[in-house]
């Protein structure tokens, strides 16, 4: 039995320990679904961490993607830690200072104005003494003889007299007059004061049943040579005495323009954290900025001025490319200013004549710039993140005429008064509303100041207090497109000058505004010979004012309102309007057409957890297992061939289950694994700002085997590369910071290129015409252009934005954020000139509410090229904190108005009249008046549209045959 037993427990032993080895070899040989085997590849810790698994497409809606959109996870921008705030002037003077001016100047003492005079005041005619008469009924009794203290009347006087008959003339329309008289009859009566304009031989009534003997009246506004007052004595309500005054004149008051408000502060200007303002250029002034430091410790602040945007993290400090200039700031902060002027000036020198270490900044009618406030330590170190700072654009005033301008233009209350002699006094001029009449003038005037009064309603007199600019135009067609009120230049405009700082005066509680005594109509600029005049028969001009005023939502835009016209003739016989025609002058500007626009597309919330197989994987790439959709588990390549399998049949199976295009979705296991980067989106960022600076390397390496072209050109290419990479990318709208900065990007790439080759010639100072400019053609510029798209993905992916360390991994773009934009077609349909260069910008709504307004430059375009425009837009709805329930009203159409999109295309063309000349053109024979008028007016487009839908219909208005040679 113990013998049996004995077997038994043996035999039980031995099952143990065929199972320990059993269960020994499962652990040894087969691995979990989630992972592979310890010996699958070298690097076990990372592949024990790795869960993927391949993934459809993002199947989420664009209202769940937009719902579920997050400030703390924005990929375009995510949140910085800055310890500097940073203001701009909303109309880049200095708040709280008076307005720059040369009063003696401008308005020199030989010109004052007589001071106003007041009402004079009535004096009474002296009552002659009395005779010695005797009366008829007291014989022999002399006046006041034996009657003490009683005076007798004085028997010469009519029993109603007016004691100030004699009125001084002229009088004038709308003063008070103090009218006084005498009764001494002995019944009662009651009075009446009138007034004649026609010599006495009619009245009117101006004030009846007076019984005192004095009134001050006030003359009415009608002017004529020949006014009586009479006073009547009323009884019984019948006429019963008479007596007049003098004849006098009675004639407009003079207006007597007050002089310009001194150390005027235009109560406007405020400093504001607004993005994308438009600063204008033409004042030549300083842009001021306040900063707000708050960062302890700070050993100093400075300011950096930049031409792209800033990727603003405290990594990317000291390597950021663009800038172009920097300061220091006083510790705290407080105001300080930067002149542009003089900076775009020396930055858009050519190497050679440029100072030693400034950048290239090429001259453009509209620069973007960027400028931030950095808090620094002992060491030099940044405090906290630098920021992305304040994006502003500065250039050519932005001028937009809306259906309220035009509607002002119609019937406008700004009043134009010239300078006129005044009748019947010793003023040697005032100034008088002409309109409307015609003015005539002399050809012995070499100049005639204008003044405009807004006194005729308060709104006039709103307009020209806020206007920050003033036109002051003649031309010789009347103005009739008030839709291109101040975008383009009137027909037949012969003179014009624009103030940019204007000065104000205040009279009677309006304000008015008086050209300079140099720059009012300047009539030997732009008026005939006697000869001339005479062969056409005289000549009409018309003159006007614009007053262009900062929009109150807005003051990047200027709302352009327009004065009355006044009708200037010189030497006019029978003729009612000039006899014109117009001759048209070439301007080269290129077609424009607004071609599309692409509303964002929202990042999914979970986008870092897939990525998008990018190029062809190689067996031995994959270090990790991945899951099918189907359930089919597709082992390493380390796995696959410990299990027998050859390297072309896991080739094979990886090219079939995981091509370009697939997606990995990868979940983290492992708790912590990306904590050292502060979690993998600042770590892609990063990985993003350094595939810059090696995109750089490579593609101008590039440059080297591009063929037929000479080492001088070569050069040129290069540089253009290095540009197009530093500032190309980030001009059109990209933020640095994205993960498919390249792929958003290859779509612009043929206008990123064409930008970057003219920059590094004009840089070089090298014309466009040169032989070694001619060398670098279309073709050269394509190659240069796939290499920079090219170069730039494989710089990309070599920052392996994955956790998977592969290479040929990328974060899915389907998941991805990209920022809305549209799409403008410039063309150049000339076979034989080139167009000019100049500039197109957006804006949506008010500017400031979903989107920063943009602009990018046009190139000169070449006979027959052609390219589109992408410009992408920064979205505001992270603008401050709550600002989205307003974003969201007008993004998703649920505005209450309609919504705008407004599409700008300028270029800086010469005058027209020199245009003509270089051009060869002759002036009509007489007695035509001649007005010389571009064939093309500036680009603009504007349509209502819903941020958040698509836009596939091109503008129609423009018609490519009128662009044809």
Known sequence: MKKILKQHYIIIFCILLLLALLFLLVLVIIKPNNQDTVTDTPKTPAETAFSAKMSAGNEMSEQELYDAYSHENDPAHPILNVKVSLQISNLGSRPGVPR???????????????????????????????????????????PGFGLPDINLPNTDLPDLHIINPDVESPQFTDDSFMLEWEYTGGRKVTYTVLLSTDKGKSFVQLKKGLAEEKYELTFPNKQSNHCILRVTAMLDGMEYKIADTSEFALVEAPMLAQPPIINYIDPQVKYVDMPGLRISSEPGLPIWFKAEN?????????????????????????????????GEVGKEGGEFSVDFKSLCEELAKPDAKRSAGMPFLP??????????????????????????????????????????????????????????????????????????????????????????????????SNIIQKAVRVELQVATSPYTNANTLGLAPPDGLVYS????????????????????????????????????????????????????????????????????????????????????????????????????????????????????????????????????????????????????????KYQALIDERIPIGSVIHYTKTEPGFWGEFFGLLKAIYTGVSNAYANAKASVISLVDYIPFIGDTARGYLKAAAAYAIDYGLMSIGLPPTLPNIDQLAEQGMDYIVKVAVDEALSAAGVPADSTAAQEITEKV????????????????????????????????????????????????????RPTRAGWVGVRTGKGHDVYEPKGVSIPALKPGEHMVIRIYLKHLRNKYCGYEKYFDERYNGNYELPYMLYVKAGFNLP??????????????????????????????????????????????????????D
């Open 294 to 326: 708050h960062a302890e410790n700070a050993a100093k602040l400075i300011w950096q001025l930049s031409r792209v945007p800033f990727v603003g993290t405290q990594a990317s400090f000291g390597k950021e490319t663009g800038i172009l200039a920097s």
């Open 781 to 832: 510029c394509k190659e240069l252009g796939e290499g920079l798209t090219s170069e730039l993905e494989k710089a990309i992916l070599a920052q392996y934005q994955n956790p998977l360390k592969a290479d040929f991994l990328r974060l899915d773009t389907g998941r991805l954020y990209q920022p809305a934009y549209i799409e403008v077609f410039v063309c150049n349909y000339s076979k034989t």
């Open 100 to 142: 720059l001016q040369d009063l003696a100047l401008e308005y020199p003492k030989n010109v004052t104005q007589p001071p106003p005079t007041s009402t004079p005041k009535t004096t009474a005619t002296p009552v002659p003494p009395p005779t010695q008469t005797l009366k008829p009924n007291v014989p022999r009794l002399k």
């Open 911 to 964: 005058d027209v009249k020199l245009a003509a000349k270089e051009q060869g053109l002759k002036p009509a024979p007489l007695p035509y008046v001649t007005e010389f008028v571009y064939d093309h007016q500036p680009y603009s487009y504007e349509r209502e549209f819903v941020p958040a839908e698509w836009i596939f219909i091109s503008d129609s208005a423009p018609n490519a045959q009128d662009f044809l």
């Open 497 to 648: 000058y624009v103030d940019t700082a204007p000065d104000i005066g205040l009279s009677s509680g309006s304000f008015m505004y008086m050209t300079p005594w140099l720059h009012g109509i300047e009539y030997k600029q732009f008026v005939p010979s006697k000869e001339e005049l005479d062969a056409m028969g005289g000549m009409y001009y018309y003159v006007r004012g614009i007053f262009y005023v900062p929009d109150a939502d807005n003051p990047s835009v200027l709302r352009p309102y327009p004065s009355e016209t006044l009708t200037i003739a010189f030497r006019v016989t029978s003729a009612h309007k000039n006899e014109v025609k117009q001759i048209t002058v070439r301007s080269d500007v290129p077609y424009v057409q607004f071609r599309s626009y692409t509303p964002i597309k929202w990042a999914a919330p979970d986008y870092d957890e897939y990525y998008e197989v990018a190029r062809h994987i190689e067996a031995e790439e994959m270090t990790f297992s991945v899951r099918d959709t189907d359930g089919y588990k597709i082992p390493s390549f380390v796995s696959a061939i410990q299990k027998g399998w050859t390297k072309e």
């Open 363 to 460: 001259r453009q009618s509209i620069y973007e710039l960027y400028l931030r406030v950095v808090a620094l330590d002992e060491s030099g170190n940044c405090i906290g993140d630098p920021g992305r700072g304040l994006g502003f654009s500065y250039g050519m005033p932005d001028i937009v005429s809306d259906l309220q301008s035009a509607s002002f233009a119609e019937n406008s209350p700004i009043r134009v008064h010239m300078s006129m002699p005044v009748p019947f006094t010793p003023y040697e001029y005032t100034w008088k509303r002409i309109t409307p009449d015609v003015y005539n003038a002399d050809l012995t005037k070499v100049s005639d100041m204008v003044l405009f009064s807004g006194s005729e309603t308060q709104e006039a």
